[in-house]
């Protein structure tokens, strides 16, 4: 009987999680473009010595254009899934989290991590919706709603 108990109490979510707030979420994401500014410093200066330092077009984009968004939300994607959280997460101490509390999937991620990024990026105006973690009770941002993820405090 104590078995089953055990393994429905671990079914339900800690209610006492402390969501990380708008702040908290902006510096590290701050940090974590000044990685990715500086990966792409060193992934993309090789560009600068072909065809003349004169960029390379494919259609539309650019290489540089296309490397560099590929290092941007692969840097999001991977950090997350494997790790949990970002190189400016971990500074700052918080973390990525299903709703459910499971561990983390590919498709939650992708809607979060890429889906939901690209919306901001796109649509710029959309980024006056990252005020929104301020004003929800988890600190869900749009991205975080469309991927059932929230970002809370490392315990």
């Known amino acids: 009987m104590s078995e089953i108990s055990v393994a429905y109490e671990n079914d339900v979510p800690d209610t006492n999680q402390r969501y990380a707030g708008f702040w908290m979420r902006f510096w590290a994401y701050f940090i ?12 993309l200066s090789p560009f600068k010595f ?6 390379i077009s494919i259609g539309f984009w650019t290489v540089t ?15 997350t899934k494997f790790l949990g959280q970002t190189i400016g997460k971990m500074i700052l101490g918080i973390r990525v989290i299903r709703e459910d509390e499971k561990p983390l999937r590919w498709s939650d991620l992708i ?14 105006i959309l980024m006056l919706l ?26």
Do not use: W
């Open 65 to 79: 254009g296309i490397v560099g968004s590929i290092v941007f939300y692969a840097y999001f994607l991977l950090m």
């Open 111 to 124: 809607f979060r991590e890429v889906v939901g990024r690209f919306i901001y990026r796109v649509f710029t």
């Open 130 to 155: 990252y005020v929104v973690v301020g004003f929800t009770e988890q600190k869900q941002g749009l991205h975080d709603m469309i991927g059932n993820t929230r970002v809370v405090f490392d315990r």
């Open 50 to 55: 072909i065809n003349d330092g004169i960029a």
């Open 32 to 43: 974590d473009v000044l990685v990715i500014f500086s990966l792409n410093g060193i992934l």
